[in-house]
């Protein structure tokens, strides 16, 4: 996909979802970060089942590090990887107390310091919370990169560099919302729903699915 096609392709996402926003739910800056960790490897609406109780005994840092780890598991057992969750919330509860004033930091390196943090959950809370222009490249974005042509990559990395690379910066902003919901409801993994995507014209997927037939 050429970088027009590709302006294009998110231009006609954009048209479709003018106001994207994060399906998490999360009040502060800490209930977001605590959110995107809990949501390695497991969805936004199992996630948002758990994170109210959590969050009404543990709001901020301090509680979350009083609640500690078994505690904190109690909240989110029935989510994938809970008990190593469990220990990375904590730690990190802990880390953000001693080493930065119980606040989530607005800078990467200081966010990917933090147990359970990675480049994309790091990305996640520097875009929503920091409003930098990021991409957090999820299972979704990286098969929407190289599926579409938009940016294909081998790495979820390598995908981010192309899309930060193709996408204007003036809709950069907001691009990864639109990629990672488009990929969620509509360029789904099994059976993309190409018959509905406002983006099919700059699409270069070979095997498009035909609309279902009417009953």
């Given at each position: 996909m050429s970088k027009a096609d590709a302006r294009c392709f998110i231009e006609a996402l954009a048209l479709d979802r003018p106001n994207p926003e994060t399906e998490l739910r999360?009040?502060?800056p800490f209930?977001?970060?605590v959110a995107v960790v809990l949501s390695a490897q497991t969805t936004d609406a199992a996630v948002n089942k758990v994170t109210p109780g959590l969050f009404a005994?543990?709001?901020t840092p301090a509680a979350m590090m009083a609640l500690g780890a078994a505690g904190i598991g109690r909240h989110?057992?029935?989510i994938g990887l809970w008990q190593g969750k469990a220990r990375n919330v904590a730690a990190l509860s802990e880390m953000l107390v001693r080493l930065h004033g119980g606040e989530v930091p607005a800078d990467r390196a200081a966010l990917e310091a933090?147990?359970?943090v990675g480049r994309k959950t790091a990305n996640v809370v520097l875009n929503v919370v920091f409003g930098?222009?990021?991409?957090?490249v999820d299972t979704h974005i990286f098969r929407i990169g190289n599926r579409?042509?938009?940016a294909p990559g081998a790495t979820p990395r390598a995908v981010e560099d192309q899309l930060l690379a193709r996408i204007p910066a003036t809709l950069?902003?907001?691009a990864h919302h639109w990629l990672i919901l488009h990929g969620r409801y509509v360029c789904k993994a099994r059976r993309p729903e190409c018959w509905r995507c406002p983006a099919a014209k700059w699409c270069r997927y070979q095997d498009k699915t035909p609309a279902p037939a009417a009953p």
């Open positions: 999360y009040t502060t209930s977001l970060l005994e543990a709001p989110i057992r029935t933090l147990p359970g930098e222009s990021t991409m957090a579409t042509g938009l950069l902003r907001h």
